[in-house]
């Protein structure tokens, strides 16, 4: 089992940054892929970005390629979603999310709790 906690969410007005992070606990000794995913009111949940274990292999959204940048700090157990340029519609909650596989679109087991991003115009 894995739990995961996000922080870094906020409100910041359009063209602003924010950085996400999740923190990982539990079972991390495994070689887990990460990813951030984000759901806006009454729209599905979508997948933002991921991230290999060792942090080689990255992967993104369309709508946040350039803009966003995900990492990972395996000794402290962390990956971040650096955004930039921030827009309105990235408005949503962001999830954090984890698994074993190859597949960086997923899917994925253990899931955060979320972390609200509001970008005003």
């Known amino acids: 089992q894995v739990q995961l906690v996000e922080s870094g969410g906020g409100l910041v007005q359009a063209g602003g940054s924010l950085r996400l992070s999740c923190a990982a606990s539990?079972?991390?000794?495994?070689?887990?892929?990460m990813g951030w995913f984000r759901q806006a009111p009454g729209k599905e949940r979508e997948f933002v970005a991921a991230?290999?274990?060792?942090?080689?292999?990255?992967y993104y959204a369309d709508s946040v390629k350039g803009r966003f940048t995900i990492s990972r700090d395996n000794a402290k157990n962390t990956v971040y979603l650096q955004m930039n340029s921030l827009k309105p519609e990235d408005t949503a909650v962001y999830y954090c999310?984890?698994?074993?596989?190859?597949?960086?679109?997923?899917?994925?087991?253990?899931w955060g709790q979320g972390t609200q991003v509001t970008v005003s115009p």
């Open positions: 999310a984890a698994a074993l596989g190859r597949s960086l679109m997923g899917p994925y087991d253990y």
């Open positions: 539990g079972r991390t000794s495994n070689n887990y892929k």
């Open positions: 991230i290999t274990w060792s942090g080689g292999g990255t």
